[in-house]
């Protein structure tokens, strides 16, 4: 018995089981439990289905379809995180300004005084805004910054991320970044954050996460300079999450739409 399959262009158009139990290292009989629709339940689990998506290189629309990230589209931290990316970088032209990936760093931490349950909800929205807008991410070895991209690795499996690179010393966070995001923190965050403003990066912090993010936040409140690069609007809005990780992602997703010196699609 063969199965068809359309839509990968490195698969012939039809494909036995014994290769299909190849490529995608299953079971035969796995395999033949599927096709048959004989097996109960179905194929969810995230290994099974990047094993799948990896050993018949699906495309992008199909491995969207599954829930996992599209694959070889991440640029998530300053510099590549496999030979395969090195290698595309020394080979591809320097990108411009119009088609280079937007650059955000994540800073923050779970300090005693921040909500966990919000910094959670924020670092699943933030990872799953980072797998499809496909930002280039700085942070440092420890954080909140890493949670977000130990997120993407876990439950969207972009094959292209086999580590993350935690940036020692804040300067190095925030320096090439055109967007500081903020979550929670302690004493380091601040200093991440004095430091963005003397740059003039723009700094989104969501005070319902607590720690230097909502001290920020009150603070900036008093002093406009402080959130200068921020509209009246979305600004209050920042206060005003009713979910804060949708709420607040979807403003940061404004935000950086809306920049001129952003790249967009």
Not at 4 to 24: D, K, M, V, W
Not at 30 to 43: E, H, P
Not at 129 to 141: A, E, F, I, T
Not at 207 to 221: L, V
């Amino acid at each position: 018995m063969s199965v068809g399959f359309s839509g990968s262009s490195s698969i012939s158009s039809e494909c036995t089981q014994t290769q299909l139990a190849l490529l995608t290292q299953h079971d035969r009989s796995d395999i033949s439990n599927w096709v048959r629709g004989t097996r109960q339940g179905r194929v969810s689990d995230i290994e099974v289905l990047t094993r799948i998506a990896d050993g018949l290189q699906l495309p992008d629309q199909a491995r969207l379809l599954l829930g996992l990230a599209p694959a070889g589209s991440f640029a998530f931290s300053p510099n590549p995180t496999v030979p395969r990316q090195r290698a595309q970088l020394r080979d591809a032209e320097k990108p411009t300004a119009s088609t280079a990936p937007v650059h955000v760093a994540i800073c923050g931490s779970r300090a005693p005084d921040t909500d966990a349950g919000v910094i959670d909800a924020a670092v699943r929205c933030l990872a799953r805004l980072v797998m499809s807008r496909g930002y280039k991410v700085s942070h440092g070895p420890v954080g909140v910054g890493i949670e977000v991209m130990t997120y993407i690795a876990d439950q969207y499996r972009p094959p292209d991320i086999s580590r993350a690179l935690g940036l020692f010393g804040h300067r190095n966070v925030i320096q090439d970044a055109q967007f500081v995001i903020v979550l929670g923190g302690g004493t380091g965050t601040q200093t991440e954050i004095d430091l963005a403003l003397s740059m003039g990066k723009p700094v989104i912090a969501l005070p319902a996460s607590g720690g230097t993010a909502r001290r920020f936040y009150h603070q900036a409140a008093r002093d406009h300079r402080l959130r200068a690069s921020l509209d009246e609007e979305r600004f209050a809005a920042l206060n005003a999450c009713a979910d804060p990780g949708e709420d607040f992602v979807r403003i940061v997703e404004q935000l950086i739409s809306n920049d001129p010196g952003a790249a967009n699609d």
